[in-house]
């Protein structure tokens, strides 16, 4: 049975940094492309950020570029999403997801896989 399990989300004020972390079991993603998402209250789930399973090649919304960085480590079947300068708007539930293929892609519908979501609640 695949799982992916978030962690490393809570409660942070504006200007503060968090760190995801995203754990498969089940099977190994080594081969597969990885993704962030988010959901807000009241909000559709959005694209948040997606990483190649080299590593090589990642990719982001652009209101996270700059603040926020994907990263991997396939000998710990894990993806990470460090998030730094935490504004208001990036409260949301965060779920990580995992393709079949090793295509970066932004659509949601495209993952297969998805983890239960961690919150991330920032205060102003």
């Known amino acids: 049975q695949v799982q992916l399990v978030e962690s490393g989300g809570g409660l942070v004020q504006a200007g503060g940094s968090l760190r995801l972390s995203c754990a498969a079991s089940?099977?190994?993603?080594?081969?597969?492309?990885m993704g962030w998402f988010r959901q807000a209250s009241g909000k559709e789930r959005e694209f948040v950020a997606a990483?190649?399973?080299?590593?090589?090649?990642?990719g982001y919304a652009d209101s996270v570029k700059g603040r926020f960085t994907i990263s991997r480590n396939n000998a710990k079947n894990t993806v990470y999403l460090q998030m730094n300068i935490l504004k208001p708007e990036d409260t949301a539930v965060y779920y990580c997801?995992?393709?079949?293929?090793?295509?970066?892609?932004?659509?949601?519908?495209?993952?297969?896989?998805w983890g239960q979501g961690t919150q991330v609640t920032v205060s102003s």
């Open positions: 990483i190649s399973w080299s590593g090589v090649t990642s």
């Open positions: 997801a995992a393709r079949n293929t090793a295509v970066v892609v932004t659509t949601t519908r495209d993952y297969a896989y």
């Open positions: 089940g099977r190994t993603f080594s081969r597969n492309a």
